[in-house]
């Protein structure tokens, strides 16, 4: 059974640091383009930051681009996101996803139970 499991959340203040963990089982996603979305109280999922298979390409929206980074390492088949400086509008449920494809990445065939991430001001 495959199944993405997201670690890391919970509360920070603002203009901290925090590191989301995906640990994915089941199968490896080598091959698999990841991403992360964010679901903030109230509105929609939305895409936050994608990696290529190999992690040599990245893609943000603007509206994180320069304080989140998304990064991989195959080898542990593991996917991290790092939010720097995170504001009180961070605040949503994170999740993470695989075989991602299409506009935005929204089309992902696997997807994690997600974590709560609230940033204090």
């Known amino acids: 059974q495959v199944q993405l499991v997201e670690s890391g959340g919970g509360l920070v203040q603002a203009g901290g640091s925090l590191r989301l963990s995906c640990a994915p089982s089941g199968r490896s996603f080598s091959d698999s383009v990841m991403a992360w979305f964010r679901q903030p109280p109230g509105k929609e999922r939305d895409l936050v930051g994608a990696?290529?298979?190999?992690?040599?390409?990245?893609f943000y929206p603007d509206s994180v681009k320069g304080r989140f980074t998304i990064s991989r390492d195959n080898t542990k088949n593991m996917m991290w996101l790092d939010i720097h400086s995170p504001k009180p509008e961070d605040t949503a449920v994170y999740y993470c996803?695989?075989?991602?494809?299409?506009?935005?990445?929204?089309?992902?065939?696997?997807w994690g139970q997600g974590t709560h991430v609230t940033v204090s001001s």
């Open positions: 990696i290529s298979w190999s992690g040599n390409s990245t």
């Open positions: 996803a695989a075989d991602c494809s299409g506009n935005y990445y929204r089309r992902c065939v696997y």
